[in-house]
């Protein structure tokens, strides 16, 4: 709301209407908007506006599922582990079954 008298161009709210368009979250700006994907595992596509999944196994490489295999899947990611390991808890690498005092 603006309480001064004002020479101002009066902002469009455009996620008012649809989101703006975006699939997640819209975010409006003074002459503009934004699109914000703010689901873990997503992020903003080429588009602005739609969400994509983030290749977590390409993107952290050797930081996720050392020792095991890393798969992609939408929104997350999961580790397949050897026989005898199992995934960390925040699936940084699989870990041998001892160590996990199980
Ligand atoms: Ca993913």
Redesign the pocket.
């Known amino acids: 709301m603006c309480a001064c008298v004002c020479v101002c161009v009066p902002d469009v709210d455009e996620c008012a209407e649809n989101k703006g368009g975006c699939q997640d979250v819209c975010v409006n700006k003074w002459g503009t908007y934004k699109c914000r994907c703010e689901q873990r595992?997503?992020r903003l596509a080429k588009d602005n506006h739609s969400c994509e999944?983030?290749?977590?196994?390409k993107r952290y490489k050797t930081k996720v599922c050392r020792h095991g295999v890393c798969s992609?899947?939408?929104?997350?990611?999961v580790c397949t582990c050897k026989a005898g390991f199992s995934t960390a808890t925040d699936r940084s690498a699989c870990i041998g079954n001892r160590e996990t005092n199980m």
Not at 53 to 57: N, P, R
């Open positions: 595992g997503l999944d983030v290749d977590e196994c992609n899947t939408d929104g997350s990611f």
